[in-house]
């Protein structure tokens, strides 16, 4: 296991946060539960799916695993 020094382990810390603040700025979430959900669960549904489907989903601006089911299926 990498031992990192204090500081350095707090500047990945910080990195990590303001790095999820953004991923959750650049979708347009609020910092709820249920959207953080939705949008969690959304990604991973994106990553179990063919690419040409995950563009489309993508292209669509799908926000909730019913929408991605149901555009999925048509």
Do not use: C
């Amino acid at each position: 296991m990498i031992r990192l020094e204090t500081s350095k382990r707090y500047y990945l810390i910080n990195l990590t946060k303001d790095l999820f603040d953004q991923w959750l700025r650049s979708k347009k979430i609020d910092k709820n539960f249920d959207n953080l959900r939705q949008l969690m669960l959304v990604e991973e549904f994106r990553q179990s799916v063919p690419h040409d489907l995950r563009t489309h989903l993508e292209d669509k601006g799908i926000n909730t695993l019913s929408e991605a089911a149901v555009m999925s299926d048509s």
